[in-house]
């Protein structure tokens, strides 16, 4: 037996209600990297109040790693405990949400190399790439106001702020750059414009790079031959 006594509460992070039967786990180690978390030293759950309290435990330096259904998974480092009465306090912990939607360009096209990063304080929550339709989805994620950043290749940056307190869905993005792109298309034969001819850009410098089953810019010429692609992104395209 050991002399110390190691007790805290946990509660939600949406309205600050006691959770019961929360999973409490406290592994030897400084961090994560350290810690055997699958033979943890410690095991308790809260009760009805939240509250947990464990006694005659070892003094040492332990991680804490908080589990719940339905919930995400909190891990506190570097936790000290002296002989004697060692309170953590409240820990709060969130549900896990899901967020998701898709990412377009200014021709409806899905901008396939688009990156998303979730901030909090200049660390990275989570981060997602969208897939060949375009979607995207953090399939996990706490509750929180964000930074959300949205990145791809030629594109302005969108950096803005967002709530996830629900699973959130369809959200829609238009990722827009700076280049204009424009031309005309003739009939070879007598020279005049071809009206609704799909003009198409694929990134790549030849052909054999560029996967033109996969165009990232389209549009179709009007009654003169004409087109005109505005915010467009910068790079180099077949």
Do not use: H
């Not at 939600?12 to 039967?21: F, H, K, Y």
């Not at 435990?57 to 405990?81: K, N, R």
């Not at 004697?84 to 306090?89: A, F, K």
């Not at 969208?130 to 969108?158: A, H, K, M």
Request: proline fraction near 3%.
């Amino acid at each position: 037996l050991g002399d110390a006594t190691i007790s805290g509460k946990v509660i939600d992070w949406s309205d600050e209600t006691a959770l019961e039967s929360v999973q409490v786990e406290f592994s030897s180690g400084a961090t994560i990297a350290e810690a055997d978390t699958s033979n943890p030293n410690l095991t308790t759950t809260t009760d009805e109040n939240g509250n947990f309290t464990i006694e005659d435990a070892p003094t040492g330096t332990f991680v804490c790693v908080i589990y719940f259904d339905g919930y995400i998974t909190e891990i506190i480092e570097e936790l000290s405990f002296e002989e004697g009465q060692n309170d953590l306090g409240q820990s709060i912990i969130s549900e896990a949400f899901s967020y998701s939607g898709s990412i377009a360009n200014s021709t409806d096209n899905p901008v396939l190399d688009a990156e998303l990063k979730l901030m909090e304080d200049d660390t990275e929550i989570a981060s997602t790439v969208v897939d060949s339709t375009g979607n995207f989805e953090f399939s996990s994620v706490p509750g929180g106001t964000f930074e959300l950043i949205i990145r791809g290749s030629g594109y302005n940056d969108i950096n803005q702020s967002v709530t996830i307190d629900d699973d959130i869905t369809e959200q829609f993005f238009e990722l827009l750059g700076d280049a204009t792109i424009s031309g005309r298309v003739l009939d070879s034969q007598t020279a005049s414009g071809l009206a609704n001819a799909n003009v198409e850009f694929s990134p790549g410098a030849t052909i054999a790079e560029a996967d033109t089953s996969k165009p990232e810019i389209t549009t179709i010429t009007d009654a003169d031959g004409y087109y005109s692609i505005e915010q467009a992104p910068s790079g180099v395209y077949v």
